[in-house]
């Protein structure tokens, strides 16, 4: 699965909505990622939700980008990995999305992540040691 990259709710939804602060970074970054894009259900249903201020074509092509598969939607069959991690994070809190991208970054050896959620993907150690590496780079992320 080398090449491909694990996608958060943030960067997806900065991408659709155009009047998103990061939208310009994200779509700058995106055409430098290789395809698909990797993601679980949760991110996706967090996204959707997210998209209802920017109305229901954007929420449209969030579900078009899997079906053409830009994007390739993960279920994650370790429950037990995902409450795991949500005990593990609680003082976070990690949230349901976040725990399922880890747990498949653990399944499919990905260690790459394309989200705006800098603070946490900074936290968060896949299989308890390994650090992520988080696109794309943000302005604020260097300092002046």
Same mark, same amino acid.
């Given at each position: 699965?080398s090449?491909?990259?694990?996608?958060?709710t943030?960067? *997806?939804?900065?991408?659709?909505?155009r009047?998103?602060?990061?939208?310009?970074v994200? =779509? &700058? #970054?995106l @055409?430098? +990622?290789?395809?698909?894009?990797?993601?679980?259900?949760?991110?996706?249903?967090?996204?959707?939700?997210?998209?209802?201020?920017?109305g229901?074509?954007?929420?449209?092509? *969030?579900?078009?980008?899997?079906?053409?598969?830009?994007?390739?939607?993960?279920?994650? =069959? &370790? #429950?037990t @990995?995902? +409450?795991?991690?949500?005990?593990?994070?609680?003082?976070?809190?990690?949230?349901l999305?976040?725990?399922t991208l880890?747990?498949?970054?653990e399944q499919?050896?990905?260690?790459?992540?394309?989200?705006?959620?800098?603070?946490?993907?900074?936290?968060?150690?896949?299989?308890?040691?390994?650090?992520?590496?988080?696109?794309?780079?943000?302005?604020?992320?260097?300092?002046?």
């Amino acid at each position: 699965m080398s090449g491909v990259i694990l996608t958060d709710t943030g960067s *997806l939804v900065a991408i659709l909505n155009r009047n998103h602060a990061y939208h310009r970074v994200c =779509v &700058d #970054a995106l @055409r430098s +990622l290789p395809a698909p894009m990797v993601t679980t259900w949760p991110v996706l249903t967090e996204a959707f939700y997210v998209l209802e201020d920017a109305g229901r074509e954007a929420q449209e092509t *969030l579900i078009e980008l899997v079906v053409r598969a830009r994007i390739a939607a993960y279920d994650i =069959v &370790d #429950a037990t @990995r995902v +409450l795991d991690l949500l005990h593990r994070y609680a003082d976070r809190p990690m949230d349901l999305a976040d725990a399922t991208l880890v747990a498949l970054a653990e399944q499919l050896g990905l260690y790459r992540v394309f989200t705006l959620d800098r603070a946490d993907f900074g936290i968060y150690r896949a299989h308890r040691r390994r650090a992520f590496e988080v696109v794309p780079p943000i302005a604020s992320d260097h300092p002046h």
